[in-house]
């Protein structure tokens, strides 16, 4: 059996504020060892959708589960640390429920950031600081991985580290993972399944296998091999105001609004 | 030195003791204006102790109990800020506070006292008070330390960690409030938050942990109680105020000493 049990899931899902929609009854769900990619616009609803996952939001209708008793590492997108509080990373680390000093430096050196562990946390570099809370995701020794847009502000290369990173990790300790991405096309090579969301689930599927070609490697260089592409498959385009049309009706010139 | 005087250093070095920390999380909370608010809120129910004929202390730990508790449920309507809402409340309790004692008569409460600290007057039995409320509000922040922390630094990561945050921010607002309560006697309600939020921003400006702020937020704090007792003693000026001008002192001079690296 490729995958294990359900970790989380969403059926139905859907949530507005303000008057404004931002999901329609989405569905996700993500198994033990599956490496589920969400990927879609800017302002699509990929971080609210992954926080009513996690229980940090509640929908406005429709169903979510967790397994009970769920061990969850979470590195959000965003993440503020008020200057008010002294606190150097190895602190920060020590915060989380589980894990001793041993673990805490072990967690810091996987992530290559040990020389960090006695700077104040609102001193260090932003990309010091997305490894600092993935080594606080790993100490939970977490059976759910949830990453919002991990790859942002990092180079090519540094995402082929991080994405063969995080396919190591679901392999050794078998977790599930849920990765926002931020790019359209682009996913992790080693992504199980990919939702193109938009609102409303667009499309899901499979990412291309990996392309031997010559021309493509020499395009991205080694780093490729943990990039894929995935081709959508949409049976409806959206307008501008992100109202959906079906993709063969050329006559029709009015919104359905959603 | 006369007993009177040995009364008050114990009390004010008990206050500065829990003070201390439960300052430092109304520093890391930015919980300055609800602190101010429960003062006030704490005349009013004193005030409202004296009406009733029930026991002042538990009228002021109840009236304080439910502010804190309306506080938490009108701060979910975001049309008015917190900070409105906080000073609305505080205006509101303090006018209404003073209306009924005045309404009760002088000579059965003494206004000034309460505004500004009654120190000198402590008893032995407000010294078992003032420890044992103490007791149990630094045993309880001992208790939950890791949690509070957690969920002080960021509610969503404590949440996804396990920790109860809500049930955690109630407890640490509703034990603010019992020190607020205790330490009010002391300084007066007007001075209460400058002896929670003073000696914590002294101790900001050396403190490399969130441990060693709240140990030295306390010892700020006691040599700010020491040193407002002597100038009280030695100036012949009212006590609370000195206390809280001596904090005051001490935290200047710590914020000018020269920093070597970046904090």
Redesign the interface.
Same mark, same amino acid.
């Given at each position: 059996m490729k995958y294990g049990e359900v970790l989380a899931a969403a059926h139905g899902v859907s949530f507005a504020e303000g008057g404004t929609s931002i999901l329609e009854r989405v569905d996700l769900a993500v198994r033990a060892r599956e490496l589920v990619s969400l990927i879609g616009p800017n302002g699509s609803g990929k971080t609210t959708l992954v !926080?009513i996952l $996690?229980?940090?939001a509640k929908p406005t209708s429709g169903k979510v589960e967790r397994r009970p008793g769920l061990r969850?590492g979470?590195v959000?997108q965003r $993440?503020a640390?008020?200057r /008010?509080? #002294?606190?150097?990373a190895e !602190?920060?680390l =020590?915060? /989380? #429920?589980r894990g001793g000093a041993a673990e805490r430096r072990a967690a810091l050196a996987e992530l290559g950031i040990a020389h960090i562990a006695g700077r104040?946390v609102q =001193?260090v570099s932003g990309g010091e600081f997305q490894r600092l809370l993935l080594a !606080?995701a790993l100490l /939970?020794e977490p059976e759910l991985l949830v990453m919002d847009e991990p790859a942002q502000g990092i180079d090519v290369a540094g995402q082929a580290e991080l994405y063969h990173w995080i396919a190591t990790l679901r392999d050794k300790r078998g977790c599930g993972v849920v990765l926002v991405s931020h790019d359209l096309h682009l996913v992790m090579a080693a992504t199980d399944t990919v939702i193109c969301l938009n609102h409303h689930v667009c499309c899901t599927g499979q990412p291309e296998a990996v392309a031997r070609h010559p021309e493509y490697l020499a395009l991205f260089g080694p780093a490729s091999q943990e990039i894929a592409v995935y081709a959508h498959k949409h049976d409806h385009v959206h307008d501008a105001a992100g109202h959906v049309h079906a993709e063969d009706d050329h006559t029709h010139d009015q919104h359905h609004a959603r | 030195m006369d007993d009177f005087l040995i009364r008050a250093l114990l009390a004010g070095l008990g206050v500065a003791v829990v003070a201390g920390p439960y300052g430092c999380f109304v520093l890391w909370r930015r919980m300055a204006y609800f602190g101010e608010t429960l003062a006030h809120t704490s005349l009013f129910g004193v005030a409202l102790g004296f009406f009733f004929e029930v026991d002042v202390i538990l009228g002021m730990i109840v009236a304080v109990a439910l502010a804190a508790l309306v506080l938490g449920f009108a701060q979910r309507d975001k049309r008015i800020g917190s900070d409105a809402i906080l000073g609305i409340l505080a205006s509101l309790t303090l006018a209404a506070g003073i209306i009924v004692v005045s309404a009760a008569g002088t000579v059965r409460l003494d206004l000034f006292a309460f505004l500004f600290g009654d120190i000198l007057a402590v008893r032995i039995v407000d010294l078992y008070a003032i420890y044992g409320a103490a007791a149990a509000a630094l045993a309880a922040l001992a208790w939950f330390w890791r949690k509070m922390l957690a969920a002080t630094l960021h509610d969503e990561l404590a949440r996804i960690d396990g920790v109860r945050v809500d049930a955690i921010n109630l407890l640490l607002m509703l034990l603010l409030a019992l020190v607020i309560a205790v330490s009010g006697r002391m300084v007066g309600i007007l001075l209460v938050v400058a002896l929670l939020v003073i000696p914590a921003a002294t101790a900001r400006r050396f403190a490399k942990t969130p441990e060693q702020m709240a140990f030295m937020a306390a010892l700020a704090g006691a040599l700010a109680v020491a040193g407002g007792l002597w100038g009280s003693f030695r100036w012949d000026i009212p006590t609370g105020p000195s206390m809280v001008v001596a904090a005051g002192l001490f935290c200047i001079l710590a914020w000018m000493v020269p920093r070597r690296r970046a904090a």
């Open positions: !926080r $996690l229980g940090l969850i979470y959000p $993440l640390i008020d /008010a509080m #002294p606190l150097t !602190r920060f =020590a915060l /989380a #429920p104040a =001193a !606080r /939970a | -």
